[in-house]
T-cell receptor
Framework: NAGVTQTPKFQVLKTGQSMTLQCAQD?????MSWYRQDPGMGLRLIHYSVGAGITDQGEVPNGYNVSRSTTEDFPLRLLSAAPSQTSVYFCASSLDRGVNNEQFFGPGTRLTVL | AQSVAQPEDQVNVAEGNPLTVKCTYS??????LFWYVQYPNRGLQFLLKYITGDNLVKGSYGFEAEFNKSQTSFHLKKPSALVSDSALYFC?????????????FGGGTRVLVKP
């Protein structure tokens, strides 16, 4: 199993550009989520999905959209990039939304918005 | 609102010495606690979790953590640190009924183990 994969690894955008961060998992996990990691702030939840066709907002959803058309894929879209979105983005998955399930993380995408 | 605090930004320890990384939490229900480790330029890796039962939890790579309900703490420990344990460590808490049963992470503690 490849686990959780993310592309690209690095990306530089100009303010106002849009892009999609890709995330895929091959573990048949129902629960998937996107986090952003900023220094000293830990990881903050952007959006999450409890299954195909179901998504919901986390604590910092503004400026981001998600969709979940398949169990495997959970892309994150930046609609109009802003410098405040410069961050490292992690996708994660777990078996389901059960509270005792650990999450598996992808390697991350480092995004810089100029 | 639930929260997690890691009071130390960095912990320095000599190889072979005991390592402790502190974590305290604040939740209104029963806490489900996790520790993750992040090596440079990598994603987070699961170390261990406390769900219920024995307060001392053993995890990967020789790490363990002790759940203390009265002190609302879940400190990570390793009896003898290795240079390869140098990494960023995150404590996280999840409670039932939170939106999506989401994880709330602490700010992270950088561990530096010196030879």
């Amino acid at each position: 199993n490849a686990g959780v994969t993310q592309t690209p690894k690095f990306q530089v955008l100009k303010t106002g550009q849009s892009m999609t961060l890709q995330c895929a998992q091959d573990m048949n996990h129902e629960y998937m989520s996107w986090y952003r990691q900023d220094p000293g702030m830990g990881l903050r939840l952007i959006h999450y999905s409890v299954g195909a066709g179901i998504t919901d907002q986390g604590e910092v959803p503004n400026g981001y959209n998600v969709s979940r058309s398949t169990t495997e894929d959970f892309p994150l879209r930046l609609l109009s990039a802003a410098p405040s979105q410069t961050s490292v983005y992690f996708c994660a998955s777990s078996l389901d939304r059960g509270v005792n399930n650990e999450q598996f993380f992808g390697p991350g995408t480092r995004l810089t918005v100029l | 609102a639930q929260s997690v605090a890691q009071p130390e930004d960095q912990v320095n320890v000599a190889e072979g010495n005991p390592l402790t990384v502190k974590c305290t939490y604040s939740v209104s229900g029963n806490p489900y606690l996790f520790w993750y480790v992040q090596y440079p330029n990598r994603g987070l890796q699961f170390l261990l979790k406390y769900i219920t039962g024995d307060n001392l939890v053993k995890g990967s790579y020789g790490f363990e953590a002790e759940f203390n309900k009265s002190q609302t703490s879940f400190h990570l420990k390793k009896p003898s640190a290795l240079v390869s344990d140098s990494a960023l460590y995150f404590c996280a808490v999840r409670i039932v009924k939170a939106a999506g049963n989401k994880l709330t992470f602490g700010g992270g503690t950088r561990v530096l183990v010196k030879p």
